[in-house]
């Protein structure tokens, strides 16, 4: 177990510009999930951690010790990989004793700790079995079982839970979040998919074109994003964004779609008339008597709760969520409570804070 | 994969006719005509021919130049099939690395499989004769005393060189393939598991690609029975003496040039009892194995 500092860390492909220094610095035995789209560098990240690509510039420390330089094999890490990748000509007892076989453990402790981790994932029948006699759920296990056995420093994460089905995902999170807690092992993990980000991570980097765009613990990025992108990303259905300008010397916003809203938390720095992006959650908007009239154009039922979607008079598109089934109306009256609203600049997209 | 279900047999058959047609005319009537023939004994002048049983095998196996061919046959092609299947997977693993212009590289590679057999022993033959050829000179000017035509083992020699020569560009593309197909994700893992590149060939890449080179050996093994006849012939004519004679070539010998037709045609069908007993081990072995 140890820790982890990325620092300053760039990577170009020829021309083209994949990580614009990345620092990061992880504790011992947390488990940080980088999220992102697909392309802003998150899987590059994880491959130059890992030794797989080697880095422009920009320094990692396993553990106090600098690895940029290092084979992945000198790194003292362990990989579970997105299509598992795991040695088809090997039973699963040899695709988890290789690593060790390799760093000349004795025979004993191989089978030792090889019998630990499939007790661990469950795993024990299968010991004999080669990776196509098994399924998917299956083989993401031993892919685990082989990184655990290893007993290394770092664990990194490949997606490795998006070639599963959606309910054998959720179970696979869990259980991938219990075992890291009861094995104490700093990780990293990558993801595309927000809900896995948000469940899995004590801190998230958010990635966004090659920048980290905010490194936080997943309620602080929810309830306090730090620009546009990342309010635009975590959370679903995606927050709404509405334009406006400052008004009454910043204490309030003059929304383009009619209202003036004040400001609950006192008044943002700026000029009067400064172009502002004002955020709110789905779920924060309240349906109100006496509120902007928002006519609805599609209604989406979950169950337990439902997605309304609509415009605004100015034209902007504008997402309800509402516990309960829905109203049964073409039209809903909908109000914006001031503790609910994020402030962005309109410009740059960066949080603006009283 | 989609069915179509013909109503009657006249179509069908109508549509197998050419497939079927090639294979009676170019496969089954020659091979039945060489299994009729092996058992006869005709006269010089193919007057007349009697039955004579099993005789001309009998006479094959128990004379010592068969014996001798045979002894050829499993240096030359045990030789050819090594030395053509480690050249190429050489290659292969070399052209598998992400280089600069890999592709040039790869095409080049491939292109001595174009050449026909006659033509690549004349490229051999214009760098090894002992007078004229560019590697012979230079040879016996080092103080070799290089001269196939009288030295049977240079002959052999010369005569694996060119007929794997041959051979390694399909090698080479079944290799590359093979490689190729071998996820790059596996050998990460491979390398974070802590392998060097010397332990992840041994471990990983070769036993992945051990259908491939069983299928390759059993086709190396059959070029090196039957298609190296042109290479032979143009080099060495099975010489000096009978130090590159191999039983295909003895075949020829035996029927064109000795006008034996029984025996020779014994001698094509024990080549072609080989062959059919290669092939079955091949098919018994993808069925088992290779299914990863």
């Known amino acids: ?354 | 994969m989609r069915k179509t279900i013909f109503k009657g047999t006249a179509l069908p058959l109508l549509l197998i006719a050419p497939q079927l047609l090639i294979t009676c005319i170019f496969f089954l009537w020659p091979a039945g005509a060489a299994i009729w023939q092996s058992l006869l004994q005709e006269d010089p002048w193919g007057m007349s021919s009697q039955f004579v049983g099993l005789r001309n095998f009998t006479e094959v196996l128990a004379e010592p130049e068969w014996r001798g061919a045979a002894y050829n046959t499993l240096i030359f092609s045990t030789s050819v099939a090594v030395l053509a299947m480690g050249t190429a997977l050489f290659l292969a693993v070399q052209a598998d690395k992400s280089i600069r212009g890999a592709n040039l590289y790869r095409t080049l590679l491939i292109w001595p499989y174009a050449v026909a057999p006659a033509v690549a022993a004349v490229l051999w033959l214009f760098l090894f004769h002992p007078s004229i050829g560019l590697v012979g000179r230079a040879l016996n000017q080092a103080g070799i005393a290089w001269d196939y035509k009288l030295n049977g083992n240079q002959a052999m020699l010369l005569v694996i060189i060119a007929a794997a020569w041959k051979q390694v560009s399909y090698n080479f593309i079944f290799f590359l393939a093979g490689l190729q197909s071998i996820p790059r994700s596996v050998l990460e893992a491979a390398a974070i598991d802590g392998a060097r590149p010397v332990r992840r060939f041994w471990t990983i890449i070769l036993p992945l690609l051990s259908p491939t080179a069983f299928f390759l050996l059993v086709v190396n093994l059959v070029y090196a029975f039957f298609d190296t006849f042109g290479v032979i012939h143009a080099l060495t004519g099975g010489g000096p003496g009978k130090a590159t004679e191999t039983l295909i070539y003895k075949v020829y010998v035996e029927g064109v040039q000795n006008v034996n037709l029984g025996s020779s045609s014994a001698q094509s069908v024990i080549l072609m009892v080989l062959v059919i007993a290669l092939t079955a081990v091949q098919f018994r072995f993808i069925e088992r194995k290779v299914h990863y």
Not at chain 1, 240 to 267: C, M, S, Y
């Open chain 1, 1 to 354: 177990m140890a820790s982890l500092e990325v620092s300053g860390l760039t990577k170009s492909f020829g021309a083209t510009h994949v990580l614009h220094g990345i620092d990061l610095a992880v504790e011992d035995g947390e488990m940080i999930v980088i999220v992102g789209a697909s392309g802003c560098g998150k899987s590059t990240l994880l491959r130059i951690v890992a030794g797989l690509e080697t880095a422009s510039s920009g320094s990692i420390r396993i553990a106090g010790r600098e690895v940029a330089a290092l084979e992945p094999a000198e790194r003292d890490i362990a990989m579970v990989f997105q299509n598992y990748a795991l040695y088809p000509h090997m039973t699963v007892e040899q695709n988890m004793a290789y690593g060790l076989k390799i760093r000349g453990l004795p025979k004993p402790e191989i089978a030792r700790r090889v019998a630990e981790a499939a007790g661990l994932l469950g795993i024990e029948p299968l010991l004999t079995r080669r990776p196509r006699q098994l399924s998917g759920g299956q083989r993401q296990r031993v892919a685990m079982g082989r990184a655990i056995v290893r007993e290394p420093k770092l664990f990194l994460f490949d997606e490795p839970l998006s070639n599963l089905d959606a309910k054998l995902r959720v179970q696979m999170r869990a259980e991938i979040r219990r075992l890291q807690r009861r094995l104490g092992v700093t990780s990293l993990f990558v993801t595309h998919d927000q809900t896995e980000a948000m469940t899995l991570g004590d801190r998230l980097v958010v990635m966004h074109a090659g920048h980290a765009a905010q490194i936080a613990t997943p309620m602080e990025i929810w309830a306090r994003p730090a620009d546009t992108y990342v309010a635009g990303f975590i959370g679903s259905p995606a927050m709404n964004f509405l334009e406006g300008t400052l008004a009454e010397g910043g204490q309030a916003v003059a929304l383009k779609a009619g209202p003036v809203l004040r400001f609950a938390d006192g008044p943002r720095a700026g000029g009067e008339g400064m172009p502002v992006t004002i955020g709110i959650r789905p779920e924060h908007v309240e349906v109100a008597e006496g509120g902007i009239a928002l006519p609805l154009d599609l209604v989406e039922p979950l169950g337990s709760e439902t997605v309304l979607h609509g415009r605004l008079p100015g034209g902007e598109a504008l997402v309800v969520k509402l516990g309960g089934p829905a109203p049964d109306a073409g039209s809903l009256p909908v109000a914006f409570p001031a503790p609910a609203l994020h402030v962005f600049d309109g410009a740059t997209g960066k949080r603006l804070d009283p």
